[in-house]
């Protein structure tokens, strides 16, 4: 199994910067799943309810994304 860098201002600011805006969002969209498993054990609920609802997830996911491209502009 690779070895995933977190989700933190800078990878985000890299990849950003350095690809697409559909590269990037996809990069932001595996990170976003990889620091949604690491938080399964303090907000179980919360993950459950973005698990077990696709739509939810993408919802927030996309939201998320748009948030920091804001913020980065």
Do not use: C, W
Request: overall charge positive; aromatic content about 10%.
């Amino acid at each position: 199994m690779q070895n995933k860098s977190p989700i933190s201002k800078q990878n985000v600011a890299n990849s950003i910067q350095n690809n697409s805006k559909d590269s990037a969002r996809i990069k932001f969209v595996e990170r976003f799943q990889d620091e949604l498993i690491g938080t399964l054990d303090n907000h179980f609920s919360f993950y459950q309810k973005l698990d077990q609802n696709p739509e939810l997830k993408k919802f927030v996911q996309e939201k998320m994304f748009e948030f920091v491209i804001r913020k980065m502009n």
